[in-house]
């Protein structure tokens, strides 16, 4: 059975909007255990603290399963950027990826043509 590539990407849509639809509504309950007991506040914290990782981990498996690069600078991996393309200059041919967290980027030690903004 192949699988249609229109399907697969409407599928990854939708788990990335179901992700952060839950990221928001973690933002909210994170929000709203600011009014509990100090007793229940930490109980809360530390649940809301282990949702936000797995929301994370499954992130990173999604975009792992459909292709993208994953720096592992931290856990969960970190998802990485297409940011340009290699000057043929020592770099292999293809797409240059980078961590929008620590800045590592697939094209190191030569340089590229970037096309993405700059980073901050």
Request: a negative charge; proline letters at 6%; hydrophobic letters at 35%.
């Given at each position: 059975m192949e699988l249609d590539p229109q399907v697969v990407a409407s599928g990854a849509n939708a788990a990335k909007s179901a992700i952060d639809a839950l990221r928001a509504l973690l933002g909210i309950y994170t929000d709203a255990t600011k009014?509990?007991?100090?007793?229940?506040?930490?109980?809360?914290?530390?649940?809301?603290?282990?949702?936000?990782?797995?929301?994370?981990?499954?992130?990173?498996?999604?975009?792992?399963?459909?292709?993208?690069?994953?720096?592992?600078c931290q856990f969960p991996p970190t998802?990485?950027?297409?940011?340009?393309?290699?000057?043929?200059?020592?770099?292999?041919?293809?797409?240059i990826?980078?961590?929008?967290?620590?800045?590592?980027?697939?094209?190191?030690p030569f340089s590229f043509i970037r096309t993405a903004p700059p980073r901050e």
């Open positions: 009014s509990l007991p100090a007793k229940d506040q930490q109980t809360a914290t530390l649940a809301i603290e282990k949702s936000i990782e797995q929301l994370d981990i499954a992130e990173a498996q999604i975009a792992r399963a459909l292709g993208y690069e994953l720096c592992k998802v990485m950027l297409t940011v340009g393309h290699s000057n043929a200059r020592g770099n292999k041919p293809g797409p990826y980078e961590c929008p967290k620590c800045g590592y980027d697939t094209a190191a």
